[in-house]
């Protein structure tokens, strides 16, 4: 997927599309649509939404960014100590990430 300015756009696309419009992933994993913050239009990365990059409005954007990757989900690091903030259960992320006793 493309951005406007023709670069790669880190938002995950997932299919089945719902009602017609493809959803789109935020870097912590949660679906934009969703997204409390977007939901109520102050999400600061605008209709974008969350990708990975230096963002002071997000740290979890900014880890991603630091970390080089897309998603909290493809760092070795998940779940961490960030991930606690998010807006994953944490218990659930480690569940996930197979890090369950």
Known sequence: ???????????ISLSPSVGGTQMKVGVCGIACEVCP????????????GCVPRS?????ICTCAFERGVRLCFECSYF????T?????????????????E
């Open 37 to 48: 913050k977007m939901v109520r239009g102050t999400c600061p990365a605008g209709a974008q």
């Open 55 to 59: 963002n002071p409005f997000c740290k």
């Open 84 to 100: 606690k903030s998010g807006p994953i259960n944490y218990d659930y992320a480690s569940f996930l990430a197979g890090k369950t």
């Open 1 to 11: 997927m493309s951005g406007a300015d023709g670069d790669a756009n880190p938002l």
């Open 79 to 82: 779940p961490c100590e960030l």
